[in-house]
């Protein structure tokens, strides 16, 4: 079965937002420090509703945020 | 390792050494004046009513000890709000722990099935809650560390 994985832009986009802190992005998405860390790095998959929020933080399409792929 | 990482492994040490300290008071005050007791509902009962208390009462000064250190030592403070993947990784090691204790239930019930002393069915139900309260937290702080 083919397996799901979600790749982000996160740490770039914390980048050109002025270098936006972890911390920073956790306080706008109500998360943890820790949830944003384990999203950069893939440990974690957020939520729908929390994924539309980091992508309303830096006013992008969710697509433009996250992408998707299937891996055999 | 992350804030929640050391605070769950806090946890953990206090929970083993909660557990080690009063079995080692309960046998020398009670077991070990007089062993006939190990067999009386009525010491097991009073046994687990005590060691309930206690053991919340012993992590919540572990918390509030281990807020203090880290405040010290960090200078952060420990979250208030669990977010969605807190929750989630709760959510699974409950779904761990209660495993863990219905086996350990089955093992106690089987015990006395068998014609095994109360006492047995007694120190497998403590064993396996202790246990299922420890792996569980192990494996909290292996969601957190591996993500999931």
């Given at each position: 079965m083919a397996r799901c994985v979600i790749t982000n832009e996160i740490r770039k986009l914390r980048f050109l937002a002025g270098e936006m802190t972890q911390q920073q992005l956790a306080d706008r998405t109500e998360v943890t420090r820790q949830t944003v860390a384990a999203i950069e790095n893939g440990k974690y998959y957020p939520s729908l509703e929390l994924a539309f929020r980091i992508a309303q933080v830096f006013g992008l399409p969710l697509t433009e945020v996250f992408s998707f792929r299937l891996e055999e | 390792m992350e804030q929640k990482e050391k605070q769950i492994l806090a946890s953990i040490i206090g929970s083993v050494l909660t557990l080690g300290a009063y079995s080692l008071y309960v046998y020398h005050k009670h077991i070990a004046a007089?062993?006939?007791?190990?067999?009386?509902f009525k010491f097991w009962g009073k046994a687990f009513l005590i060691l309930i208390p206690v053991g919340i009462a012993v992590q919540i000064v572990i918390h509030i000890i281990f807020a203090i250190v880290n405040k010290i030592a960090t200078g952060e403070d420990i979250p208030t709000v669990d977010d969605e993947r807190d929750k989630l990784i709760e959510l699974k090691s409950i779904r761990i722990s209660h495993w863990l204790f219905t086996l350990g239930f089955f093992l106690a019930m089987g015990s006395q099935a068998l014609g095994m002393r109360p006492w047995v069915m007694f120190a497998v139900l403590l064993g396996s809650g202790f246990l299922a309260s420890v792996i569980a937290e192990a494996a909290r702080i292996s969601f957190y560390r591996r993500g999931h």
């Open positions: - | 007089n062993p006939a007791v190990i067999d009386d």
